[in-house]
């Protein structure tokens, strides 16, 4: 089986524009050039990969298959020049690390401190995503290392526990809900909440009474958003323990622990394969370890 890269980027164009006339513009060929790899890509492969028809092309199933195959493909490559890029310039070593929004906010900037310190010759790529979009960089290779929420399936991947973070109900502290110590969930329902745009998943989770949901009054953009709202008594939210407490130090809001299952969440390291990362990767990962003490004796003295 042979392709090239010329290959994968023209099927790419053809799936996105549906038309190999625009695809062929896309990728600089001609059209006779275009149709002509298209044919000799089927012949290699052995399957027919797009449906013809008046209207355009469409991708058979093994033209979908193939499709995610060549994306992977060229975004590796994107990767390895970027890297080879990297050294040319002076960098020893570039780590890809994607991670949810708490863990990018709350736990990673005085680790990754640490780490750049001791390997100046290092560069880092952090980005910030939903745990789902995590899992799924993971597993298709376009992150080194990742962060995110339990309670998600991760499928082959090495699942490292890294820190306690459980749900948790916020309120106002003016708000019926703030004498409380700790509750289920469902007796929150009754009351408005202020939603987080990348943890609608958790509303899954939330109620088994298909007749009672969460009644979103605002969506928020951010934590801070959302705790300020929470502070205004606008209605309740529920966080991730360590972001509520970041907040709590500056804003009039109360905490309350959730006793349901599901609320006991925690954050996890995924990666490929611990063994198959670079030397320099791999000591990221040992220092994000290591720092579980310290984080769990930060945490102890901030609920003191």
Request: aromatic share 6%; with cysteine.
């Amino acid at each position: 089986m042979h392709f090239d890269f010329i290959d994968l980027k023209l099927f790419v164009c053809l799936a996105n524009t549906k038309n190999l006339t625009r695809a062929a513009e896309r990728a600089s060929l001609s059209l006779s050039a275009a149709s002509s790899r298209i044919k000799n890509l089927e012949d290699n492969v052995g399957s027919k990969l797009v449906y013809r028809h008046n209207l355009g092309v469409t991708l058979t199933p093994q033209g979908e298959t193939f499709l995610r195959h060549a994306r992977q493909i060229l975004s590796q490559s994107e990767l390895l020049r970027g890297d080879m890029h990297e050294y040319a310039i002076g960098m020893k070593g570039h780590v890809r690390v994607f991670a949810n929004s708490n863990a990018s906010s709350g736990f990673l900037p005085d680790v990754l401190r640490r780490y750049l310190r001791k390997n100046p010759h290092v560069s880092i790529d952090l980005q910030e995503h939903t745990s789902q979009y995590v899992i799924n960089a993971v597993t298709s290779g376009v992150t080194d290392i990742g962060i995110a929420s339990s309670g998600l399936h991760t499928g082959a991947l090495e699942v490292i526990p890294y820190v306690p973070d459980p749900i948790v109900l916020v309120t106002s502290t003016q708000h019926p809900l703030a004498s409380r110590e700790c509750m289920d969930f469902e007796e929150c329902l009754d009351y408005p909440f202020i939603g987080l745009p990348g943890s609608r998943h958790i509303e899954t989770f939330l109620t088994t009474d298909p007749d009672r949901r969460m009644r979103i009054r605002v969506q928020g953009g951010t934590y801070d958003t959302v705790c300020r709202m929470i502070e205004a008594d606008i209605g309740i939210g529920v966080l991730p323990d360590s972001a509520a407490k970041r907040y709590a130090r500056n804003l009039a809001i109360k905490i309350i622990p959730l006793t349901n299952d599901w609320a006991a969440c925690d954050l996890r390291i995924l990666v490929r394969s611990l063994e198959d990362l670079p030397l320099f990767s791999r000591e990221l990962v040992d220092m994000l370890r290591s720092d579980i003490p310290r984080i769990k004796a930060r945490e102890q003295a901030l609920a003191g």
